[in-house]
Nanobody
Framework: QVQLVESGGGLVQAGGSLRLSCIAS????????MGWYRQSPGNQRELVAT???????FYADSEKGRFTVSRDNAKNTAYLQIDRLKLEDTAVYYC????????????????WGQGTQVTVSS
């Protein structure tokens, strides 16, 4: 019923910047929390950042300052700005929507996008 579509990934040279987008579509009443996760081969999916509907952010990455999460509630869209990209940033980046309230439906739901590949080259 709900689709999350990430975009903005690609091949970028180390030191560059990238902005990822996640657009949620469907019969959505509210997206309470949107987050970004990433997964590289052989590793578990890990949290990068989250942002609530009121703009509260959380960053799990130890190198705070390189990642900036934002959202546009009117467009049901979340963004992840990555600056000073490093080789270790290479991963598939996934968008997550948690605490999703649907129009005319009971309960809250969680959704994942299909991911967008970010590859950082030297």
């Amino acid at each position: 019923q709900v689709q999350l579509v990430e975009s903005g990934g690609g091949l970028v040279q180390a030191g560059g910047s990238l902005r990822l987008s996640c657009i949620a579509s469907g019969s959505i009443f509210r997206l309470n929390t949107m987050g970004w996760y990433r997964q590289s081969p052989g590793n578990q999916r890990e949290l990068v950042a989250t942002i609530t509907s009121d703009g509260t952010t959380f960053y799990a990455d130890s190198e705070k300052g390189r990642f900036t999460v934002s959202r546009d509630n009117a467009k049901n869209t979340a963004y992840l700005q990555i600056d000073r990209l490093k080789l270790e940033d290479t991963a598939v980046y996934y968008c997550n929507a948690d605490g999703v309230i649907l129009n005319g439906r009971r309960g809250v739901y969680n959704y994942w996008g299909q991911g967008t590949q970010v590859t950082v080259s030297s």
